[in-house]
């Protein structure tokens, strides 16, 4: 169903005409061209928004006066305007309009337009990737429009690709002078990105001419660039993946090196922290749609209390009774996570969820040759706010000093009054919160389903090992080392091979260093 009842109604359009509206629908092609460049040309403010809807395939015709309508989904259901006068006429099935189709010829003949029109947006980021369209499909036709677009451009970044795609035009034109391509070549070359690489080895020369060796030679320099950007991409990846199994680890560190408790319950606590952030977002989202922008925020606190309440509610009804007896611990806690995936099952379903990301952590920045996600950079930052947070409860409050008490000396700290069972359901209650905050972030990375703590329940484990047992700074040291070295092994191993690599790494370094790399001190701990 077309209907109409959403729309705003425009102002009267002078610079756009019917006929070239209508002639956007003709089956001649040239006819077609002809109106797509009289539209980009008009000058019309909805210029713009037509041409980009004919090309994503939102342009109709109403087949009872012909009239042409640019139609958008709103709720399911699609909302049509009249472009040259914004007014809404009755709802219209689907049989009453036909959908205005395009060829790929038409297709390049709108990239261009488009492009051209976006480079007069106010918005520096439609301009920019205007330029980057140019660069893509390099058309010699419209350097004049490039030129212009230069003359007056104010933002460095879209200065510089609007410097690229000039070069890419000239560079692609066999008619351009020989002293000008070669000049554009260099340009090329120093630009030093995927799009130029493209762009030189799509250029008509002639074999064996002193352009076709400069080209070759920018290709090679091109190439090494991207090889040294693409280390820094996997560094970038190693650091990201280090800070997710930093947020992995943290908690099972506080309780695996205060209670020596092996928990492999530890990733279901994780599990039901996304859950908890699924749950509010929904709340939240039913009460108000604005206030699931903020769902993460209000989500962090409370998934911390949830999963510390269940983590209490485990210690005081299971682990306590096996204390001294790891391998039991090993089992019941194995059996705890089966039980709360079933649960999560029974009540969610087996299927995943899916946790919106708000906009503030949607997108993606460019740092040279790269892309740095901004969800991933903010996992990054909450990794280490984290870290500094909890460093600061056992440093700087009564608790952790009790925790610290207890980790160096049980005995010790029970004979100076140390209520080592209240510390011990405290510490495990602490390290499942931590988890449920980390299911938080983990959510806007990873599938929400009922096996989400799987995946980083080993990983954790041999962060902690590797690391240091129950040493936070170890944990860090030992989440960066392990994801650095997973992202730079993987493209030359691939991903199975670099984990069965790192394990046997592991395996051999504990055989030297039992303890990880920064052990704990006290008489317990030796």
């Given at each position: 169903?077309?209907?109409?009842?959403?729309?705003?109604?425009?102002?009267?359009?002078?610079?756009?005409?019917?006929?070239?509206?209508?002639?956007?629908?003709?089956?001649?092609?040239?006819?077609?061209?002809?109106?797509?460049?009289?539209?980009?040309?008009?000058?019309?403010?909805?210029?713009?928004?037509?041409?980009?809807?004919?090309?994503?395939?939102?342009?109709?015709?109403?087949?009872?006066?012909?009239?042409?309508?640019?139609?958008?989904?709103?709720?399911?259901?699609?909302?049509?305007?009249?472009?040259?006068?914004?007014?809404?006429?009755?709802?219209?099935?689907?049989?009453?309009?036909?959908?205005?189709?395009?060829?790929?010829?038409?297709?390049?003949?709108?990239?261009?337009?488009?492009?051209?029109?976006?480079?007069?947006?106010?918005?520096?980021?439609?301009?920019?990737?205007?330029?980057?369209?140019?660069?893509?499909?390099?058309?010699?036709?419209l350097l004049e429009a490039i030129e212009t677009a230069l003359v007056?451009?104010?933002?460095?970044?879209?200065?510089?690709?609007?410097?690229?795609?000039?070069?890419?035009?000239?560079?692609?034109?066999?008619?351009?002078?020989?002293?000008?391509?070669?000049?554009?070549?260099?340009?090329?070359?120093?630009?030093?990105?995927?799009?130029?690489?493209?762009?030189?080895?799509?250029?008509?020369?002639?074999?064996?001419?002193?352009?076709?060796?400069?080209?070759?030679?920018?290709?090679?320099v091109i190439d090494r660039n991207l090889a040294r950007w693409q280390?820094?991409?996997?560094?970038?990846?190693?650091?990201?993946?280090?800070?997710?199994?930093?947020?992995?680890?943290?908690?099972?560190?506080?309780?695996?090196?205060?209670?020596?408790?092996?928990?492999?319950?530890?990733g279901e606590m994780i599990m039901i922290g996304a859950y908890t952030?699924?749950?509010?977002?929904?709340?939240?989202?039913?009460?108000?749609?604005?206030?699931?922008?903020?769902?993460?925020?209000?989500?962090?606190?409370?998934?911390?209390?949830?999963?510390?309440?269940?983590?209490?509610?485990?210690?005081?009804?299971?682990?306590?009774?096996?204390?001294?007896?790891?391998?039991?611990?090993?089992?019941?806690?194995?059996?705890?996570?089966?039980?709360?995936?079933?649960?999560?099952?029974?009540?969610?379903?087996?299927?995943?969820?899916?946790?919106?990301?708000?906009?503030?952590?949607?997108?993606?920045?460019?740092?040279?040759?790269?892309?740095?996600?901004?969800?991933?950079?903010?996992?990054?930052?909450?990794?280490?706010?984290?870290?500094?947070?909890?460093?600061?409860?056992?440093?700087?409050?009564?608790?952790?000093?009790?925790?610290?008490?207890?980790?160096?000396?049980?005995?010790?700290?029970?004979?100076?009054?140390?209520?080592?069972?209240?510390?011990?359901?405290?510490?495990?209650?602490?390290?499942?919160?931590?988890?449920?905050?980390?299911?938080?972030?983990?959510?806007?990375?990873?599938?929400?389903?009922?096996?989400?703590?799987?995946?980083?329940?080993?990983?954790?484990?041999?962060?902690?090992?590797?690391?240091?047992?129950?040493?936070?700074?170890?944990?860090?040291?030992?989440?960066?080392?392990?994801?650095?070295?997973?992202?730079?092994?993987?493209?030359?191993?691939?991903?199975?091979?670099?984990?069965?690599?790192?394990?046997?790494?592991?395996?051999?370094?504990?055989?030297?260093?039992?303890?990880?790399?920064?052990?704990?001190?006290?008489?317990?701990?030796?």
């Open positions: 169903m077309l209907c109409g009842g959403a729309a705003t109604a425009a102002v009267p359009d002078a610079g756009l005409t019917s006929e070239q509206l209508e002639q956007l629908g003709e089956r001649n092609l040239r006819v077609v061209e002809t109106a797509v460049a009289d539209i980009a040309a008009s000058g019309s403010p909805v210029a713009l928004e037509v041409l980009q809807a004919l090309q994503d395939g939102r342009l109709y015709r109403r087949q009872a006066d012909g009239v042409t309508l640019v139609a958008t989904r709103v709720g399911g259901v699609l909302v049509y305007s009249d472009p040259l006068i914004g007014t809404l006429g009755e709802p219209l099935a689907d049989a009453d309009v036909t959908l205005i189709r395009v060829s790929n010829r038409i297709r390049r003949a709108l990239s261009a337009a488009i492009a051209s029109l976006s480079l007069d947006s106010e918005d520096p980021a439609v301009r920019l990737a205007a330029a980057r369209q140019f660069i893509d499909s390099p058309d010699s036709d007056d451009e104010p933002d460095g970044r879209v200065r510089n690709e609007l410097e690229v795609a000039r070069a890419a035009a000239i560079a692609s034109d066999p008619g351009q002078s020989e002293e000008a391509r070669r000049e554009a070549v260099d340009r090329l070359a120093e630009a030093g990105s995927s799009r130029a690489r493209r762009v030189l080895l799509g250029m008509f020369i002639e074999e064996g001419s002193e352009l076709d060796a400069r080209r070759d030679a920018a290709v090679e280390q820094i991409q996997n560094l970038w990846h190693g650091v990201s993946l280090g800070s997710v199994l930093l947020l992995a680890a943290m908690g099972l560190a506080i309780t695996f090196g205060v209670m020596g408790v092996i928990n492999m319950a530890h952030t699924f749950v509010v977002q929904g709340i939240l989202r039913g009460i108000s749609p604005a206030l699931a922008e903020v769902s993460l925020l209000i989500a962090l606190p409370v998934a911390f209390l949830v999963a510390g309440l269940i983590g209490v509610f485990i210690e005081r009804t299971v682990i306590r009774r096996l204390y001294s007896r790891p391998l039991e611990t090993l089992l019941a806690t194995w059996g705890i996570s089966l039980i709360l995936q079933q649960l999560v099952r029974t009540f969610f379903g087996a299927s995943n969820q899916r946790v919106e990301t708000p906009s503030w952590l949607s997108g993606s920045m460019e740092f040279g040759q790269i892309m740095i996600t901004y969800n991933r950079l903010a996992i990054l930052i909450f990794a280490l706010v984290m870290l500094a947070a909890v460093i600061l409860l056992l440093k700087k409050t009564p608790l952790g000093l009790h925790i610290r008490a207890v980790t160096q000396n049980r005995k010790m700290a029970e004979s100076m009054g140390i209520r080592s069972d209240r510390v011990d359901m405290l510490t495990f209650g602490l390290g499942s919160g931590i988890a449920g905050v980390a299911g938080v972030a983990l959510s806007q990375i990873a599938n929400v389903s009922p096996n989400l703590g799987q995946g980083y329940i080993i990983d954790s484990f041999m962060v902690i090992v590797f690391g240091g047992v129950g040493n936070l700074f170890g944990t860090l040291v030992g989440a960066m080392t392990l994801g650095i070295t997973t992202q730079l092994v993987e493209p030359t191993l691939g991903a199975v091979a670099a984990k069965v690599l790192i394990l046997v790494f592991i395996i051999i370094f504990i055989q030297f260093r039992p303890r990880g790399l920064f052990p704990q001190k006290g008489r317990a701990a030796e």
